[in-house]
């Protein structure tokens, strides 16, 4: 009997000792296929590889996150996207649902809410971490 076949996922944060520690908690789950530090980079190793899972952080050089997904749905990719962030913002989060990220969370979160995010965004779910605010009135 043959196993599954396990997602095929990618890394974008331009800072390489965060890019490396998620790469050392999600290599076990999945096949961490490439870790890029820029929009640019992002938007190229997307359309080349066509990863099932995309874990973006919004701060990156050349142009953000949100761009890049803006980009990658222009491109009809159907990878599922996650966005990281420093920033526990509603607006931010509610701007990057907008631009097509099927998930947002705070990059001080738990790495298992990560794991779980992950999880809920390849089963067609929408994740949004429960650390943000509630929005104001």
Do not use: W
């Not at 962030?85 to 931010?92: F, G, I, N, R, V």
């Amino acid at each position: 009997m043959t196993e599954p076949a396990r997602l095929r996922l990618v890394l974008a944060d331009d800072h390489a000792i965060v890019a490396r520690g998620l790469f050392l908690l999600l290599k076990d789950s999945y096949d961490v296929v490439g870790i890029v530090g820029d929009g640019p980079a992002l938007v190229e190793f997307a359309a080349e590889h066509r990863p099932d899972v995309i874990v973006a952080d919004i701060s990156m050089p050349g142009f953000d996150g949100l761009t890049a997904v803006r980009k990658i749905r222009a491109m009809g990719l159907p990878s599922r996207i996650v966005m990281l962030t420093m920033y526990a913002d509603p607006d931010l989060a509610r701007e990057a649902i907008a631009a097509g990220a099927n998930g947002f969370v705070i990059k001080h979160a738990a790495g298992d809410e990560l794991i779980r995010a992950i999880i809920a965004v390849c089963q067609g779910e929408t994740y949004l971490t429960p650390l943000l605010p509630p929005p104001q009135s």
